[in-house]
């Protein structure tokens, strides 16, 4: 049975440190539920809630639950680091195409200002931990490596960072928006050399939601989902082949396009884990999006944004502009697919007929593999959607 | 397909600051793959891993399993609360029922000693948290209100400590144990009043680890998984009809029962949530084992102790004694009952025949509602198992 979602919803996203990541969910979800249709009506067809977590408190899920009167339904919260959004959708899909559950709520959210300040900091047990590698330093290793080969230059890296952020000019949701220069961004604060403050993904507070169902809305024809992968990372240093999540989002972008049956070449629109813009490159050549070696060359060149010529790169702003509130995340790059495939992204619209969607999220933080998790998803727009 | 348990496996539980929880869960894992067969052919068959764990920082999971070399593998880390370890258990047992997978791993792990020194405490944001009320006081609060409907009497109450760390004396693997009297229970500090500090289950630190399958091992008849069943707690407060957590037990023991078609009656072993005391008793009489307001009177008179004439509750010293490293702790009640059915108990066998045994795990905090979560599991012998 496949996955449709008929129902999306996000909170604002952004430093809320006045609101608790409850009353971020309830936003969400009770967004979603009237997107899915009559509210009274979805929520007495929900079957389970799956949600995507990470800093929270024990029993998080059931205290957002809780303020919207869904109680007494199996809750599976899962916590796979910055993909933990995507890992508890990817389970809820899994339910559906195997009978499980009928209709099933996903959820992500976290309140990162109430737990942290600056960078995410590995265990001080692993290396990374040890030598003082926060999460940007990492990502820098890999910029770095990747300057060094002469595989991208600064400007090019810079050149996401501004895409990105004006890209979210058309998301009222996001955390920052702007028309920024590459000097802009190269100018600003020196976080890990070569990633600058305006390369980098911000604290953030946030909560998404979606309906999953195995019916279709009678009113309204669903976005599907085609394919859902999940893979941990495996076996991975510093002179490994390839850079840091290369390998893993390869790897797993693989299994999910011979799941869909579909090629890379196939995708209008995509959202992935740019957590610094490195990452953005990277993943987008390690998921055969672009040429080896030329995702910051098409980034540059403006092809991978609105209005380019290639598949378009993170339409909602992606994590540096929309905000990275980790359990949400995932959640939210869904969320914006949907509304993508549906027509339904208003200023930020890609060109039609944009028929198929895909999102990958990447979580790190572990010493030695090449990536904790990381999760690629294919949707589907609706064979008679408006803009097919 | 049935799910079968054919590994289980614990690291010694107690204090352990000097091990990381990466290091319990390897002892964890290897003896349960070791049970399972030929270690090396067993790490070949794992197509997932499911994982309970609250406290552990983002990525534990990968981190744990990287040190035994399963990489690469789909990674499903669950919270839900005091339940994580069930809660795993319980989506394993649904993806084996399912076909998703053939073979899955199951792994709590938890180190609390380098999370906290004593009681979990509520959110500041719930009315419990507030009023300064951590969980002994929130269990305090059902033993009171038992004490003054003459349901319980402070005696019965340390009868189940008593009892509890007896059971321990044949369990190695338990952090405390020992031959207590009633007077040197209620004699002990006084944590939240009525409950002391014996009656208190501790902080500990501590893994557990299954191997399920859909397919037997070929040497050896399995314990089989007849019923598991996951429910989140409904509205509930002081003034509701039953004590807290009561009626959560109740609605999914009930669903477990029907799933499984049993009674109450057929079983013949059970491990369930003694976070306290109280807890032991409330759960007992929800879960329909010993007839309402006798729970207390039974565990006096010796009758669910081991050589009882009634079931056994807690033959491993339950988290009273056993400990109760949070997402270990579920995963930890399945093995022993899978000790017990198969007759491996040593020490602490129940008499036989044991053909059923049963697990419950409630997680608790959340302020409003009767329980975060409650999974109750039912397993079965061998069918040709050395009891029967």
Redo the contacts between chains.
Sequence with gaps: MTAKVIGVGTSLFGKQPDK?S?ELAWTAILEALNDAGDEPDVRRLIDAVFVG???????????A??GVGL????????????ASGT?AFH?AV??IE???YRTVLVLGLEHMTSIIRGP?VP?Q??AEGRSGLAMPAIYALAASRWLEEGRVTREQLAAVSVKNHAHAMGNPRAQYRGHYTIEQVLASTMIADPITLLQSSPVSDGAAALVLSADERPDRPSVRVRASV??????WDQASDAVWGYELVK?TASAAYAAAGIGPGDVNVIEVHDAFTIGELATTEALGMVPEGLAGAYAAAGRTALGGDHVVINPSGGLLSRGHP?GATGVAQVAEIVWQLRGEAGARQVDGPARLGLVETM????A??DG??CVVTVLEAPATGRLT
Tied chains: 1, 2.
Excluded at 71 to 82: D, H, K, N, Y
């Design positions: 608790t409850a977590n990470v800093f929270g408190e024990p029993g998080v899920a059931v205290r639950l809780q109680l007494g339904l199996p809750v599976v919260t899962i916590e796979s680091a910055c890992a389970e899994a339910a195997l009978g499980r995410i265990q047990s692993d999940q893979s941990s990372g495996r076996a790897r980790l979580g790190g933080g572990v030695g593999v904790n998790a």
